[in-house]
């Protein structure tokens, strides 16, 4: 089992930044490609982006890219998803999620219980 815990989301005017933290405990965190998904109210879960076990290597859905960085920290067990340039429509509860890195399936089998960025226009 893998435990997620998330932090970081909160208020911020559009053009702001915030940055979330995801802590991974119970198993070996370079284990696992980490993803961060978002739902907006009335809307379905969307991926956000991933990075790898290594953190090599990274992908972004394409209304983040050049906006959104993750980073991860293997020592503190630790993913981020810095947001920059912040928009009304990027305003959804964020959630990270863990996938085994040699798994053959592409579904993430652990989430956190997600922390709401809400920006204001």
């Known amino acids: 089992q893998v435990q997620l815990v998330e932090s970081g989301g909160g208020l911020v005017q559009a053009g702001g930044s915030l940055r979330l933290s995801c802590v991974a405990s119970g198993r070996t965190f370079s284990s696992y490609n980490m993803g961060w998904f978002r739902q907006a109210p009335g809307k379905e879960r969307e991926f956000v982006g991933y990075?790898?076990?290594?953190?090599?290597?990274?992908n972004y859905i394409d209304s983040v890219k050049g906006r959104f960085t993750i980073s991860r920290d293997n020592a503190k067990s630790t993913v981020y998803l810095q947001m920059n340039s912040l928009k009304p429509e990027d305003t959804a509860v964020y959630y990270c999620a863990a996938r085994y890195r040699l798994s053959a399936s592409a579904r993430y089998d652990y989430w956190g219980q997600g922390t709401q960025v809400t920006v204001s226009s």
């Open positions: 990075i790898s076990w290594s953190g090599g290597n990274t």
